[in-house]
Nanobody, 122 residues
């Protein structure tokens, strides 16, 4: 079992930046491909970005390309999501997920965190 814990959410003005972190207890996060998803009120949970377990590949939703960067520090067993040029449309609960592949489908991920709220004001 892997328990994921997200941190770093908060309230920021449009154009600002936040960095989310995802840490794990139980099995090491470095063994898993890891992704960030988000869910806004009334919307389905959507893929944001993912990174392979070795950090050799990363993938992004079109809506965040060029603004968000996913990375991982396997020595610290932590995955990050650097979010720049934030927009009000980025407001959502952000979830960390770990799984066997780095693809964008939710079904690929076996373990999920509880989420961290990101609110972007205009």
């Amino acid at each position: 079992q892997v328990q994921l814990v997200e941190s770093g959410g908060g309230l920021v003005q449009a154009g600002g930046s936040l960095r989310l972190s995802c840490a794990a207890t139980g099995r090491p996060l470095r063994n898993y491909n890891t992704a960030w998803f988000r869910q806004a009120p009334g919307n389905e949970r959507e893929f944001v970005a993912s990174v392979s377990w070795s950090a050799s590949a990363s993938y992004y939703a079109d809506s965040v390309k060029g603004r968000f960067t996913i990375s991982r520090d396997n020595a610290k067993d932590t995955v990050y999501l650097q979010m720049n040029s934030l927009k009000p449309d980025d407001t959502a609960v952000y979830y960390c997920a770990a799984g066997a592949t780095p693809w964008s489908q939710r079904a690929n991920y076996m373990y999920w965190g509880q989420g961290t709220q990101v609110t972007v004001s205009s």
